[in-house]
């Protein structure tokens, strides 16, 4: 059966999910996340995208992100996955993909759902009782955009960068957002959106 071609519009919001093969980890120590964003940061630059929320768990990646050449998302990802498989299969003796298949992607067209899919993937280490707090997760944008630690390479998306606000305003916001848990159906609706390339509108 031939792929189903992935839905991508100049300047609107994707959110990328990527798994372990066979849900097997892809990180293995501090190293391996530092290299992994590191190249990140390095595609953003390179193929002009704005990378708004991350999370880098030990079997799988969440970006979201804004392209304004909708092909430069697959050539940020390649460009990611060439450097980082053959990094981990040298590290490890390993060999062959790291990875379960291509990349899972979804538009992110609604203003409600961007803000949705932030928490979404900010919250992956909490759901996963990796951590009590998504602040206690060195792994992820959730310092950044929660005012506690700024890192370079994220970009604020307009919907998230409130006209007039400033930055403690947007800060105490966001963490606002986070002192409940995010709702069951939303959860369903983000991940079942990612998992079958469905925009979320």
């Known amino acids: 059966m031939p792929r189903r071609p992935r839905a991508l519009l100049p300047n609107v919001p994707v959110h990328i999910v990527q798994r372990g093969a066979s849900h ?25 995208i704005a990378i708004h929320a991350f999370v880098l768990m030990t079997n799988h990646i969440h970006i979201l992100l804004t392209a304004k050449n909708p092909e430069n998302v697959g050539k940020f ?28 992607s979804n538009l992110v067209q609604s203003e409600h759902y961007f803000l ?35 890192l370079s390479f994220i970009t604020p998306h307009p919907v998230f960068n409130a006209p007039g ?20 159906q939303e959860i369903n609706t983000i991940r079942n959106a990612w998992q079958t390339g469905r925009s979320l509108t």
């Open 116 to 150: 949705a899919v932030m928490r979404y993937i900010e919250l992956n280490p909490v759901r996963a009782n990796m951590v009590e707090q998504a602040a206690h997760y060195r792994w992820s944008s959730f310092q950044h955009n929660s005012g506690l630690k700024p």
């Open 24 to 48: 097997k980890a892809v990180f293995f120590e501090n190293e391996d996340y530092k290299a992994y964003a590191s190249w990140m940061k390095e595609a953003a630059v390179v193929y002009d």
């Open 165 to 184: 606000s400033d930055t403690v305003t947007l800060s105490s916001n966001y963490l606002s957002m986070f002192e409940q848990q995010q709702n069951t």
């Open 77 to 104: 990802m390649q460009h990611i996955g060439r450097r980082y498989v053959p990094f981990i299969n040298h590290k490890y003796g390993r060999s062959g993909s790291i990875w379960e298949g291509r990349y899972k």
